[in-house]
C-alpha cells in the first residue's frame, strides 16, 4: 500500500541512572583488531522505552495511534506480517493517522541490561507458541498441522518464531512506565494493545485517565475494570474452547465488558469468529483476516 510520510523518526523516553561501584577493570577486544581497557563501574542509563513514530502526510484530526505488543515480543508485531502483508502500523498510516510504535521496556530496541534485574529472562520455544496462540493443537506441531479454518499464515510459522525475543518477569512496573511517559509526552492518544500489552496499556490508563483517548485491546492479558475512563473495544479470536485458560479468559473478557457497560460507558467484547470471519489465532494481527479486524475495532470506537 502506498502513503506519504510528512516525518517519522524515534524518541526514547523514561529509565533512570543505575550506579554501579563493583567490579574490576579488564581488557576486552571489541573486534579483531581493536581491544580496550573496560570498567564494569559507573553510571548506566537502563529502563528506557524506545518509540518510532510515522507522522502521514494527509493527517486526520484525531489523537495519534501508540501500538504496544505483547509478551516476548517487539514492536515489528505491528509492521509487517509473517508472510510479508502489510501490518496494522501501514493500515493506520493509509487511513491518515499518526502511529508511535512501542518496543517496551529490556524489549527490541529497548534493550536490556544484563544483571540488572536480578533474574534469567525466559524465551517461548515454538512449540508453546503453536499451542498457546491457537495456532493448532500441540500434537500438530511437528507436522504443522493446524487448527480448521486457521487464519494464521502457517507457512511462515518460523518467520513468526525469529522474532520472538527473550523476557524478564518482573519489568512490568517499568513498562508500564514507560508507556506513561509516552501518554506524558503526546498530551492524548489511543492505545492499541495485544496481550501482555494489554495490561500495561490499561495500568498506564489508569495512571493517567486523562491522556488515553480510547483502547482497541487484541486479546488483552488484563481485564477492564468497570472505572474505565474511555472506550474500549476488546478483540478475541477464535478456537478459545481448545484450553481451559482460554475458556476462562473469554469469561472474564465478556463479563468485564458487560461490567463496564452497565455503567454507561462504551465497551464492546468483539467476538472475530462470528462478526468478522472464523479460524482467528491468538495473533489477529497477523492473520489473513487482520485487516477486517481492525476494521471492527476501529468501528466500534467511531475512529473509522
Known sequence: MAYILRDFGSYTVGGHVHRVTQGTTREVNFTRSASYTYDPRGSFRVGQTYVQYFIPERMRDAPPMVLVHGGGMHGSTWETTPDGRPGWLHLLLGRG?????????ERGRSGFAAGIWNEAPILRSAEEAWSLFRIGAPEGYSQRRAHDAQQFPVDHFDTFCSQMVPRWLNTSD????????????????T????SQGGEICLDATRERPDLVAGILAVEPSALPDAALPCPIALLAGDYLNTAPHWVQRRKDWQRSIRQITE??????????????????????????????????????????
Open 174 to 189: 517499568l513498562q508500564v512506565a514507560g508507556v506513561v511517559a509516552v501518554l506524558d509526552r503526546l498530551k492524548c492518544a
Open 191 to 194: 492505545l492499541v494493545c495485544h
Open 97 to 105: 493517522y499518526a502511529v508511535h510504535v512501542v518496543d517496551l521496556v
Open 263 to 304: 455503567t454507561g460507558r462504551v465497551a464492546h467484547y468483539i467476538d472475530t469468529a462470528t462478526e468478522v470471519a472464523p479460524g482467528g489465532s491468538h495473533m489477529l494481527m497477523m492473520d489473513q483476516h487482520g485487516p477486517e479486524c481492525l476494521e471492527a475495532g476501529l468501528a466500534r470506537l467511531a475512529l473509522v
